[in-house]
């Protein structure tokens, strides 16, 4: 009974760190794609994410989802349904490994967590496929500690849980291998060849969007912006898996200390108590080979090594930390570790709460400025974006509000939003600025400050669009909301 109610509180911490600032925490552009593809038909919601780097298994969820509300907390309470299934995998695996008491520390570890806490308020499918690879996970360690006669449930979970991860993120495959490596490093060939048949299975489920993946892959090789991973990238992938990057001197100084002691801390530990953990290697796979097969994956191709990938490595991690710390309870290097786990946190969260700078600016406050400004003469004035990241969340915030976004520039790292996408949620860019504020008496020119100062940095001048509009028209005023700015024009 007890421990049901310790379970209980934790659900309710992790309940309450994921609701707070739910609703004022605004969306950015990767939200604002994940909703306005989700409104569409399934048919429609397959030719676009065929034509982008992601399966559609979240964005149909995210369809059913929205057809009871299309409110902003709404639509984040799916990530949180699915977190709950996380943190039950977690607890599992942990108390089947070790204990329940480690299965509490674990869940702990996973609801104060400013990584997990993000991905839950995110809309997108991280989340999702968190929670497949840990159910993967989880009846992978029941199927090879098993008897015969229990294996087939296990099998099928399996099975189950690959084809969903791979079905939510075409980076999955590198964590439903880790298992096949574990089994052929302990040489139990026997084993192994039977995952095998559970890996082929998951995959004949896969076929249908397996013919998709080489056009999604050379997608990714031309529209990634992320740079060849060195020690800088490994060292920001540590911190942000742990703590939360945009923080202000001397708190990202402290934050960063903390992260890299508890990873130093936990490890040490681990290594000296290997003997005692049961399945030492599986875990240590998983913290650590999705991560540096990325990287190497980076050198040979357009790079993909980001944080937000590796989320089954974390997960891990926090198994592999509350382990440790059941196995060395009563010592007082638990207390340490939890310790060092809260502060973090406690000193992460409001600074990710209250982050409102690009790429995730204030739009619900810049919209309501624009149709207040404009509502009474939406024929003679325009709205017009610089491009697509703040195009969509004002699209989101105000379906009906009439608004125009310049496109990507062809070939560049920005242009991203393909065709079929475009066809798919019925949202095309403008061709070019003189066809958009074509007959216009007012314009309001929607632009981050950083893609100005881009401009002057690399000794182009001002932003073209703002060259054009300052000839065109004569500027009238500017409205800043953050690092967004509104450029208003009048003949």
Known sequence: MREKIQIALIVLLGLILRLLYVQQRGIWYDDAFSILLAKQSLAQIIS????????????????????????????????????????????????????????????????????????????????????????????????????????????????????????????????????????????????????????????????????????????????????????????QSIYSLLSFIPQPSPWIMISGVLSFQILALVL????????????????IFGMIFIPMVLFVVSYLMRPVYVARGFILSLLMFYIFTAIICWINWGGGIEKIILGLFIILSAISLPFQYNFDLFPRSPFAAACTYLTDEINQAIDTNVVLHDNKLSAFPCFVYEPEFPQLFLGDESGSHNDTYAFASQQAMNLYPIENIEQAVSGRDEVYFVVFVRAIDEYAEQGDGNHPALVYLSEAFTQKDIKYFNDLAIYHYAK
């Open 48 to 235: 676009g994410t065929a034509a982008d780097t992601m399966p559609p298994l979240y964005y149909f969820l995210l369809h059913f989802w929205m057809m009871v509300s299309m409110k902003i907390v709404w639509i984040r309470l799916l990530n949180l349904v699915i977190f709950y299934g996380v943190l039950g995998f977690a607890y599992q695996i942990t108390k089947h490994i070790v204990s329940s008491k480690a299965g509490l520390i674990a869940i702990f570890l996973l609801s104060i967590s400013p990584f997990l806490i993000y991905h839950t308020q995110e809309v997108r499918m991280y989340m999702l496929l968190a929670f497949c690879q840990v159910g993967y996970f989880y009846y992978f360690i029941r199927w090879i500690d098993s008897e015969q006669p229990e294996k087939k449930v296990y099998v099928f979970g399996m099975i189950l849980f690959a084809t969903g991860a791979l079905y939510s993120h075409n980076l999955a495959i590198f964590g439903l291998v880790i298992p096949g490596i574990y089994l052929l490093v302990k040489r139990q060939i026997s084993q192994t060849m039977h995952w095998i048949v559970t890996i082929i299975g998951s995959l004949l489920l896969f076929t249908p969007w397996l013919v998709l993946v080489p056009g999604q892959i050379e997608k990714i090789q031309t529209a990634f912006w992320t740079p060849r991973p060195g020690i800088l990238q490994i060292i």
């Open 268 to 283: 040490w530990i681990g290594i000296k108590r290997r003997h005692q953990i049961k399945h030492f290697l599986l875990i």
